[in-house]
């Protein structure tokens, strides 16, 4: 992104200035990283509720009478397991395996579904999408200026949106059409946190009133700084970090999303990577000791480079140094001990099971 | 979080570091500029006492949730104390950057290299031209 290029702008972005966030450029957009502090509207998250204005992501809607052929060629995972209602992980892969984002497709209606796209990728999806609908009885439009998104996370999310909401609230990995303070929203039961929650999508005019309703009820102010620690504390993935396009399905971890027999675009390369393994495996782990890992630090064992970071920070919740990182395959058992180059001062590590943080219940 | 403010009897380097000058001594720290920049400091490891720093060089870094930033000497000598309570609460950093959230002490090798700083006017002036 040149620093030159006019940045996007939400609809919620006076709202954000006016509460006093630190906006930065992200994937193109000009987005609150954080508010009061990243630490503090992590644990916000994990005690109470935060709302995030999450705008920037794209949406895609597909539709007609072989919408679902069309998803089912470009997506993943299988499509016809999604129902009215339903939503759905995938990710979008090119021929040879290589990811070109990862998805929520969700299914509004018998032949319309909307996909959730990553906002430094939209316009390479859309294209992707666009490429292959002439194959198929399908239309596919580029819906990014038609929502707003915002992600109401927390165990006392629900609580919240229920209060201002007309009708039930859908479980986990379900969607409803309902009113919120008068908005008409598409709610999801999904989020990027790893507490329960939903994501509200709905028309950009209505998403400043929706926004003060929410904070007026209780939510905090939670910016992307705290979006990235709290999906690191349970490993969701982070495209451009944890996965590109030089990674495959299997060596992100992501073979679970991938269902080769529904002959998506990729397919052959994933059931031949799942077949003869990865060279290197992405996985998770933690400081033992001192220091935080970075993106781009090395992952040393002996004396050998055996990976690189894509993914760390400082666990709020876990008070350690945490990350992700691709290792040699071999390697990426719980229990391993690793070393992290962080800028010449080599960190004792330890590879642990996903996720890093567990809810207490 | 500290208010905003510069005092007068520091000196300023334009890396947002400042330093306490007493004779020979001098004890370092970043601005409130700084560590507003940086955001809530989560981590610093103090360097070793008996290090030499040198003027404009890094001598630490400290780090925020999301970054990671250099801390530059303002002036050249050799570290005689190193402030160990923030290494344990690095929030010290954000909540009293010229007090509490001093990081080193150290003994000048060149004191002429104070007239190269600025005063707090002229620091003023930079972060407004910033």
């Known amino acids: 992104m040149e620093a030159t290029a006019a940045l996007k702008r939400t609809s919620l972005y006076e709202a954000h200035a ?25 644990i916000a998250v994990r005690t109470s509720c935060g709302v995030f204005d999450v705008s920037h992501m794209g949406e895609i809607e597909t539709s007609g009478p072989q919408a679902a052929d069309l998803l089912q060629r470009l997506l993943s995972n299988d499509v016809s397991k999604i129902d009215v ?20 497709t969700y299914r509004l209606d018998e032949d ?27 239309e596919v439009a580029d819906s990014i200026d038609r929502y707003a998104m915002l992600a109401v996370q927390g165990p006392e999310a629900r609580g919240i949106v229920e209060g201002l909401a007309t009708g039930e609230l859908p479980n986990r990995m379900r969607t409803a059409q309902l009113e919120v303070t008068g908005a008409d929203a598409l709610v999801c039961g999904t989020g990027y946190t790893g507490e329960d929650g939903v994501e509200l999508l709905m028309p950009p005019d209505d998403a ?13 102010l939670a910016g992307l700084g705290a979006r990235d620690t709290l999906r690191m504390e349970v490993c969701f993935h982070l495209y451009g970090n944890d996965m590109d396009t030089s990674r495959n399905a299997i060596e992100a971890g992501l073979g679970w999303c991938c269902k080769e027999a529904t002959g998506f675009i990729g397919a ?54 945490i990350g992700m990182a691709y290792v040699a395959a071999e390697l990426a058992e719980p229990g391993t001990e690793i070393e992290i180059d962080v800028r010449g001062k080599r960190r004792a590590a330890r590879i642990e099971s996903k996720p890093l943080y567990r809810k207490e219940t | 979080m500290a208010e905003e403010s510069y005092p007068e009897e520091l000196r300023y380097h334009p890396e947002h570091d400042w330093a306490r000058v ?37 001598y630490a870094e400290v780090e925020s949730v999301k970054a990671v930033s250099d801390v530059y000497a303002p002036l050249s000598g050799e570290i005689t104390a190193v402030n160990d309570a923030i290494a344990d609460k ?23 290299e104070v007239d190269e700083l600025m005063d707090a006017a002229a620091y003023r002036k930079l972060l407004e031209d910033e």
Not at chain 1, 113 to 138: C, I, K, M, Q, S
Not at chain 2, 22 to 37: I, M, P, S
Not at chain 2, 94 to 110: A, F, I, M, T
Request: net charge negative; glycine share 12%.
């Open chain 1, 208 to 220: 400043s009133a929706v926004w003060t309703a929410l904070l007026d009820a209780g939510a905090q």
């Open chain 2, 22 to 58: 007493d004779g020979e001594e001098a004890t370092f720290g970043v601005t409130w500029y700084a560590q507003d920049a940086l955001g809530e400091v989560v981590f610093y490891e103090p360097p070793e006492v008996g290090a030499d720093v040198t003027k404009d060089s890094s």
């Open chain 2, 90 to 112: 690095p929030e010290l950093i954000n909540e009293d950057p010229y007090g509490d959230g001093w990081l080193v002490r150290v003994k000048l090798s060149n004191a002429s």
């Open chain 1, 112 to 138: 319309r579904y909307l996909t959730v796209t990553n906002a430094a990728n939209h316009d390479r999806d859309f294209g992707w999408f666009a490429e292959h609908a002439g194959d198929f009885d399908a």
């Open chain 1, 268 to 321: 052959e390369a994933v059931a031949s990577a799942r077949e003869t393994g990865t060279e290197q495996k992405l996985a998770p782990f933690v400081l033992t000791g001192p220091g935080i890992p970075r993106q781009g630090n090395t992952v040393i064992s002996g004396d050998r480079e055996v990976g690189v970071v894509t993914s760390g920070t400082l666990s709020p919740c876990l008070d350690a140094g």
């Open chain 1, 85 to 104: 209602g339903g939503a759905q992980y995938s990710v979008l892969c090119r021929d040879d395996g290589g990811i070109l984002d990862d998805l929520f």
């Open chain 1, 18 to 42: 006016a509460a006093g966030a630190k906006l930065v450029p992200f994937a193109g957009w000009e987005m609150p990283v954080s508010y009061e502090g990243v630490r503090q509207e992590h």
